[in-house]
């Protein structure tokens, strides 16, 4: 299971940190799958912003680069999304995800429920 938490409403450049919390039976998959985030605007198609590939290489969507950083816990439990200078098209919900391959890929193995960010 993939729980994440962090997301709420923010003034435009302000920033957040949200998290993402491996536990029960995918407790260990973040040490074997490539873990990242999605979001979905209202309206947009899911889009894919940040994912960390089995080798540690960081990638990041054009929309987020320079903004966003994910990140991973030392036990690799846990996945971070650290968020600046946020912008209103920056408004989603935001989705973990976990892939069995060794980089993300648009349709991954285990999906979080999401948590609202909200710009304004």
């Known amino acids: 299971q993939l729980v994440e938490s962090g997301g709420g409403s923010v003034q435009p450049g302000g920033s957040l940190t949200l998290s993402c919390a491996a536990s029960g039976n995918t407790g260990y998959i973040s040490s074997a799958y490539c873990m990242g985030w999605f979001r979905r605007a209202p309206g947009k198609e899911r889009e894919g912003i940040a994912a960390?590939?089995?080798?540690?290489?960081?990638r990041y969507a054009d929309s987020v680069k320079g903004r966003f950083t994910i990140s991973q816990d030392n036990s690799k439990t846990t996945l971070y999304l650290q968020m600046n200078d946020l912008k209103p098209e920056d408004t989603a919900m935001y989705y973990c995800?976990?892939?069995?391959?060794?980089?993300?890929?648009?349709?991954?193995?285990?999906w979080g429920q999401g948590t609202q960010v909200t710009v304004s």
């Open positions: 960390l590939d089995l080798d540690g290489v960081a």
């Open positions: 995800a976990a892939d069995k391959n060794p980089r993300m890929t648009a349709i991954p193995d285990y």
